[in-house]
Structure formats: C-alpha cells, structure tokens
Nanobody, 123 residues
C-alpha cells in the first residue's frame, strides 16, 4: 500500500504560480511512476503530467507543456508540480497518482491516488 497526500493548493491570481507537492508513505516510493491529474467542476478527470521512477523521463498533456513542470525527490518520497502562468481554466482539484505503469492514463497492476488539493485561479 502507498498513501499519498497532496498539498500546496490554494487561491492564486491569473498569471501567478503554485507548487504542488505529493508526499508518499508506505511502500518504496521509487518503485512507482508518478503523475498528476486534475478534475474541474462538471468535467472528467484529465491527465496533467507524469514522471518515471528515477525522475529522468517526464511527459505532459500537450496543452500544458511549457507552463507546468513535474519533478520528484526520491530521498524525500515527494513529487512536485510547479505551475506557472496560471489561467482560470487551470482551476480544478489536482490529484497525484502512483502506479506500477509509466502509462499513467492506463490502469496499472497497482494504482494509488491521493485525496486531491484544490487550485483556484481568479481573474
């Protein structure tokens, strides 16, 4: 079992920045690929970004690349999402996911989710 807890969400103005964190406990953090998803009101959960076990490979939703940066620190059992130039459409609950597959959009043999953190971008 892996327990995930997101933090760092909040209210920010258009053009501002936030850094989300996802702290993991339980099984070995470096065993899992990690990713971020988000869900806006009335919409389906969508993929944001993913990072492999070592942190050497990352990929992003095409529409977000360049504004968002995913990273991880295996020594701290923590993953991050740096979000810059925020827009109102970035308003959503952001979730972190740990998976045994790097294809974070798909179901892995083991998948774990955090409870989410709210990000609100005001105009």
């Amino acid at each position: 079992q892996v327990q995930l807890v997101e933090s760092g969400g909040g209210l920010v103005q258009v053009g501002g920045s936030l850094r989300l964190s996802c702290a993991a406990s339980g099984r070995t953090f470096s065993r899992y690929a990690m990713g971020w998803f988000r869900q806006a009101p009335g919409k389906e959960r969508e993929f944001v970004a993913a990072i492999d076990r070592s942190g050497g490979l990352t990929y992003y939703a095409q529409s977000l690349e360049g504004r968002f940066t995913i990273s991880r620190d295996n020594a701290k059992n923590t993953m991050y999402l740096q979000m810059d130039s925020l827009k109102p459409e970035d308003t959503a609950v952001y979730y972190c996911k740990a998976s045994t597959t790097m294809q974070l959009r798909n179901k892995g043999a083991e998948d774990y989710w955090g409870p989410g953190t709210q990000v609100t971008v005001s105009s």
